[in-house]
């Protein structure tokens, strides 16, 4: 069976306990306020043959750019989110993407999936867990 293709651009429409995430992640109280305000959008480009993907994510305050190969470990510059760098894998559970982030801290990564026009995204770190859903741009 083949796996879903996540190519292109989504905006949030909804997220839940992103600043008990944040705070977990030692994010400072100021910038969590100013960070929950937003309201990014995702542009991904996947190609499904090479395996290859690039996740953006932009917002009026700042971007972040994730680019990487499916099932291989690279160091990941988590630089504009919360100052850290860590060995991040990428790879398929299912139809879902999943993201294993070995670092500072314990049990981080995030799950994306695909459910009709809606990309949800599942972000974890230590016990705490946030959720974004993301709708596609028409």
Known sequence: MSKPNYSGLYHMVSQE???SYL??????FALRKVVCMLK???QIE???NTGHMNIKTMTT???FDMDFMLGKEFTEDLG???GRKCQTTVDWEGDKLVCVQRGEKEGRGWT???EGNLLHLELRVKNVVAKQVFKKAE
């Open 17 to 19: 306990n992103f600043e």
């Open 23 to 28: 705070a977990a992640l030692d994010v400072n």
């Open 40 to 42: 990014p959008s995702k």
């Open 46 to 48: 996947h190609d499904a």
């Open 61 to 63: 305050f700042k971007n």
């Open 80 to 82: 504009p989110v919360d």
């Open 112 to 114: 994306h999936w695909l």
